[in-house]
């Protein structure tokens, strides 16, 4: 399975962007699909964006598209999340992963995740 770190994560205004990176390693990045997904406090985790191996689809949900950009360096094994106009509903931490299934959407398919990155938007 492939090792997956985040980072970039951090305290920002609301209407501020962060960009999130994750670095794989230990697989071919380039054979995953890969999600960024968010845990708030009390709430289930969602699938935030998600990029397909070759990085020409993607996935987002409602309450982010047009803010969020989802994209992936295959060379440099890294995927990404820009985040724009954030808002204090955005605070969360953000989890990357790893699925080697073509159903992106479904959580249940995702076998390697990071450890997380603390996004906290004040309002």
């Known amino acids: 399975q492939v090792q997956l770190v985040e980072s970039g994560g951090g305290l920002v205004q609301a209407g501020g962007s962060l960009r999130l990176s994750c670095a794989a390693s230990g697989g071919t990045f380039g054979s995953y699909g890969m999600g960024w997904f968010r845990q708030a406090p009390g709430k289930q985790r969602e699938l935030v964006a998600a990029i397909t191996k070759g990085g020409f689809g993607t996935y987002y949900t409602d309450s982010v598209k047009g803010r969020f950009t989802i994209s992936r360096d295959n060379a440099k094994n890294t995927v990404y999340l820009q985040m724009n106009s954030l808002k204090s509903e955005d605070t969360a931490v953000y989890y990357c992963?790893?699925?080697?299934?073509?159903?992106?959407?479904?959580?249940?398919?995702?076998?390697?995740w990071g450890q997380g990155t603390q996004v906290t938007v004040s309002s």
């Open positions: 992963a790893a699925t080697d299934s073509g159903l992106l959407q479904v959580e249940k398919f995702y076998a390697s």
